[in-house]
């Protein structure tokens, strides 16, 4: 691996429900150990050839009963957020519906705390040798801010955004790609996520992936039950 979207992340306990977050600064590690009972989230984002693989894994130390039925519940999101992509509708149109089953489920949104409140966004080959590999700005890759910025440009000349979020730049219907999706739920102090990605072309849209570890662990607690 020669580069990333952007640095690696690991948090832990409270810090994966991002409490008190107000800052982008307080994405970056602290000195908070990972003990019994916690929840922790990994998210990284390595680029190889220009291809970027924008992935995150929630997972536990221990019991936690709360965790276990968000873990379940996760598998909701991810169904709901395919068939409605695969509807053709808007992307605030289906951020609004992943907020509305949030709500049902008793929990909070957390991706909205991430910069631009977005729940996914395009996967694009990056293209851009005369900056150096492995440098970062802010927690973003060099070349990653060059590919994002150019595409922000370009999608905006045809009414779209690289980014999904729940405002007016996400409304239209999703562009044919890849989409990094990471939808991010907490209760209290227990934060989870899945970040995947979601191809969409021209009258489809699909999960790269089904034989995932997280899909396979919902599954066996919904059984369980």
């Keep these: 691996m020669q580069d990333f979207f952007h ?9 994966t429900a991002f409490r ?6 307080q994405f970056f590690a602290t000195g908070r150990p990972l003990t019994e009972g916690m929840s922790y989230v990994l998210d990284c984002a390595p680029v190889v050839d220009g ?9 536990k130390v221990g019991d936690n009963p709360i965790w276990d039925r968000i873990a379940e519940d996760l598998l909701e999101y991810r169904e709901l957020i395919v068939r409605l992509v695969r509807e053709r509708r808007t992307l605030d149109e289906v951020y609004a519906a992943v907020d509305a089953k949030i709500a049902e489920h008793g929990y909070d949104n957390r991706h909205q705390v991430y910069p631009g409140r977005v729940i996914g966004h395009q996967v ?5 040798p005369r900056l150096p590999a492995g440098v970062n700005l802010f927690g973003f890759g060099v070349r990653t801010l060059q590919t994002l910025g150019r595409e922000l440009v370009s999608e905006r000349l045809h009414g779209r955004s690289p980014l999904w979020a729940d405002g007016r730049a996400s409304r239209h219907a999703p562009t044919p790609g ?5 939808p991010h739920v907490g209760f209290r102090d227990v934060g989870l996520k899945f970040e995947e990605l979601l191809v969409v072309t021209e009258d489809d849209a699909y999960w790269l992936d089904d034989d995932l570890p997280h899909v396979h662990r919902g599954r066996a607690l919904a059984a369980a039950r």
């Design 7 to 15: 640095v690696p992340f690991a948090w832990f306990g409270d810090r």
């Design 178 to 182: 890849l989409w990094a999706v990471e």
């Design 51 to 59: 291809y970027t693989a924008d992935i995150g894994y929630a997972g």
């Design 124 to 128: 694009t080959r990056m293209r851009a």
């Design 20 to 25: 008190h977050f107000r800052t982008p600064l």
